[in-house]
């Protein structure tokens, strides 16, 4: 299960998710590989949960110091290689602001 999800406001109530649109999965012991693996198939499941498999949905995976970014488009996969360091706090809220945009579409 994700450690994070971002989503719509339900018209049902804060209880209630609305469609899944960014998911963020802790890297565990630095294991960037598994964090990934763990993302993709949350990221997968949020596209049924929207009951929209075309629906982009966007992941993230940390060890709350290293920040990986990537979505799922339809049935590609992409992921950013490049890693953000928590040091470049702008470049994490500007990249983490940038995919809520996208998200919010």
Known sequence: MADYIIARRSELGKNVLEMPL???VEAKQNDFIK????CLAELVA???????????????VTD??????GKLE??????????????DLSDVFGANHAIMKLAAG
Do not use: H
């Open 74 to 87: 339809g049935k590609v996969f992409t992921k950013n290689k490049a890693l953000v360091k928590i040091d």
């Open 64 to 69: 709350a110091e290293l920040w990986q970014f």
């Open 46 to 60: 949020a596209q049924k949960l929207n009951l929209d498999e075309k629906k982009t949905v966007y992941g993230v």
């Open 22 to 24: 960014i998911l963020i």
């Open 35 to 38: 964090g990934w693996g763990q």
